[in-house]
């Protein structure tokens, strides 16, 4: 049995007890995610049910191994002639998942949208204290309209 799922804007095939690097999820070591937008769900038998564009009570369970990075990234970039060069480094926050079970239907809807809803929750998060530490803007004062005079 295995199941295609979506998170990360990726992609992923992943069966029981398969150990998987994915984008960035909320949580820590030990944590169990519920991921809910499967694309396909293959049965027992072999048979294969494919999503319009979900699967619907479809849910992957999962086991949170650790927070990790990728492997460091080099950005250059060159215009010839012009002496234009930058060089800059990137490293990809990543999450290790071990798949616990994949549920094809009568899953919790709750739970499912766990991992979603921790990762939306972070964003609007930062997004609240930025917003805080912004000064705010003083109103310009509005300035009169030029009087016309008749001649």
Do not use: C, W
């Not at 739970?111 to 310009?140: F, G, L, N, Q, R």
């Amino acid at each position: 049995m295995f199941a295609v799922i979506k998170t990360g804007g990726k992609q992923y095939k992943v069966a029981k007890d398969d150990v998987i690097k994915v984008e960035r999820l909320a949580g820590e070591a030990g944590d169990s995610v519920q991921l809910d937008q499967v694309l396909a769900i293959s049965g027992d038998n072999g048979a294969l049910t494919v999503g319009a564009p979900l699967v619907d009570g479809a849910v992957v369970s999962a086991t949170l191994l650790e927070q990790a990075r990728a492997d460091k990234i080099v950005v250059f970039k060159k215009k010839r002639r012009q002496n234009y060069r930058r060089k800059a480094g990137h490293r990809q926050d990543l999450t290790v998942l071990r798949i616990t079970d994949i549920a094809a239907k009568g899953a919790k809807k709750s739970a499912a949208k766990s991992a979603e809803a921790k990762t939306d929750a972070v964003k609007e998060e930062k997004a609240e204290t930025a917003a805080e530490k912004a000064p705010a803007k003083k109103a310009a004062p509005k300035k009169a309209a030029a009087k016309k005079t008749e001649e």
